[in-house]
């Protein structure tokens, strides 16, 4: 059960952004900081795809609506992230099933992946930018403190992710009325693409 910390972490963390976990667990494997990183997320090859992937999630979740519309696009892929490198660092240290490790890391990936997705389309109900840039930044500072304090403190950093999810939760809720109001602007600018596609497409009269 030693690994279930670490496995919960990388959960929550994964669900905020998948490619900034593989990439600092790669980093930290690969430095020798960390003796808990699987060898196949220390490859070159691995850390060069994540890193750019990192980097254009980097710019995508700072921008208003590209970044829900990200979010859209990630709704499977961080989970499933989450869940691998679950697994992979059960299967590591050989003190969880890899199957239960990833349901784990799965599960909490996915609900924190929701909680991100929805403070985002409540954040895109404001109109200017800088809310996103703020709330982005501080994700990826958070994601990177967090992971780096598992490394050396895993049950302290788990208690510190738990809370985050709960908190992050009980905020979505909070917020439910300008999602919703962030979901009706998106139906009704689909609406009016629509109607200005089939406009443009009749005969002149």
Request: glycine residues 10%; positive net charge; charged residues 15%.
């Amino acid at each position: 059960m030693s690994v279930l910390p670490l496995v919960f972490t990388s959960g929550w963390a994964s669900g905020i952004n998948a490619y900034a976990v593989v990439l600092l667990l790669g980093v930290f494997g690969a430095t020798g900081l960390s003796d808990e990183v699987p060898a196949s997320l220390q490859r070159t090859d691995v850390l060069v795809v994540v890193g750019v992937l990192f980097l254009c999630e980097a710019v995508a979740d700072k921008i208003p609506y590209v970044d829900s519309a990200w979010d859209s696009v990630h709704t499977v892929i961080r989970p499933v992230m989450g869940a691998v490198v679950a697994a992979l660092l059960a299967g590591q240290s050989g003190s969880l099933p890899e199957l239960a490790a990833g349901a784990v890391g799965g599960s909490t990936a996915l609900v924190s992946h929701l909680v991100k997705a929805g403070t985002r389309m409540a954040v895109n109900t404001s109109p200017e930018p800088f809310s996103n840039i703020v709330v982005s930044v501080a994700e990826d500072l958070g994601v990177a403190g967090l992971i780096t304090f598992a490394m050396f403190h895993p049950v302290a950093a788990s208690v510190i992710a738990g809370t985050l999810l709960v908190i992050g939760i009980v905020v979505v809720v909070f917020l439910a009325r300008k999602i919703r109001r962030f979901l009706r602007r998106r139906a009704q600018r689909r609406e009016e693409k629509r109607l200005g596609r089939a406009g443009a497409g009749r005969p002149p009269g």
